[in-house]
């Protein structure tokens, strides 16, 4: 099945921005734990009940929707990890995670480069179809 340019190059920006989501995932959870808020309140709460702080911080961590773009499409990367052959993992892991060159890649794995074309296509087709899923 052949996709649309619009719907390639968006599987693509998902795949470039691996590293970026992880990031982006680490620093806003951060963020959002790390705000401390002062307890003045005196009065005792109930055992094993949420406290106000943490379920302030719980609905921001939902409510906070770059975090969950980043998320969707960092769970839609690792899926399609699971799904591709060894060889497009490997692709996925030296072209987009360690920006290396094509041509470095296919010195390294002994493959044609039609063979290199073929694993980097099912890669983005399969990345667009479980983001396709996850919508």
């Given at each position: 099945m052949r996709l649309a340019k619009e719907d390639y190059r968006n599987a693509v920006e998902i795949l470039k921005k691996y590293n970026y989501n992880c990031i982006n995932i680490i620093n806003i959870r951060a963020d959002i734990m790390s705000?401390?808020?002062?307890?003045?309140?005196?009065?005792?709460?109930?055992?094993?009940?949420?406290?106000?702080?943490?379920?302030?911080?719980?609905?921001?961590?939902?409510?906070?929707?770059?975090?969950?773009?980043?998320?969707?499409?960092?769970?839609?990367v690792i899926q399609t990890l699971e799904l591709v052959c060894n060889d497009s993992k490997y692709i996925f892991e030296q072209l987009y995670v360690k920006s290396k060159n094509k041509w470095e890649i296919i010195d390294e794995m002994h493959i044609s480069e039609e063979t290199f074309k073929r694993r980097k296509r099912e890669l983005i087709y399969t990345v667009y179809e479980e983001m396709k899923k996850m919508i």
């Open positions: 705000i401390s808020i002062s307890q003045n309140t005196i009065i005792p709460k109930a055992p094993y009940s949420i406290s106000d702080p943490v379920f302030n911080q719980y609905i921001k961590l939902e409510e906070n929707k770059q975090l969950q773009k980043s998320l969707k499409e960092y769970k839609a």
